[in-house]
């Protein structure tokens, strides 16, 4: 997984999730995993979309990369659902990327 990667070399880890397809055991597994490094990863319950919780979370603290992997991706479902792909998706990232842009973190 990435983030123990990160955490191998020395980083400290935000991840932020709404889990619209995924549960809280898996941050708490992804903890047991890191060991002694679980220390410098921390999560936010945030939806991508949510503008004013990432302008929140950005001005609190100075992130130096991000890394988006809050896309929808199951191929079946998103021909079922092209609108909430497109929200998440597109949107998501839209709204992600502005936020990047407002606190200079490109």
């Known amino acids: 997984h990435t983030v123990l990667v990160l955490l191998e070399h020395g980083c400290k880890v935000t991840l932020i999730d709404n889990y619209s397809n995924s549960f809280p055991r898996v941050f708490e597994h992804m903890k047991k995993l890191a060991g002694d ?21 950005f001005s609190a603290e100075k992130f130096d990369c991000v890394i988006h992997f809050a896309g929808f991706k199951a191929v079946g479902e998103s ?9 998440n998706n597109f949107v998501g990232t839209v709204k992600l990327l502005e936020v990047m842009r407002k606190h200079k973190c490109w």
Do not use: G, H, Q
């Not at 021909?79 to 929200?87: G, R």
């Open 79 to 87: 021909v079922e659902k092209p609108l909430e792909y497109y929200d």
């Open 37 to 57: 490094k679980a220390d410098r990863m921390k999560f936010v319950e945030c939806d991508i979309r949510d503008s004013d919780k990432l302008d929140t979370l």
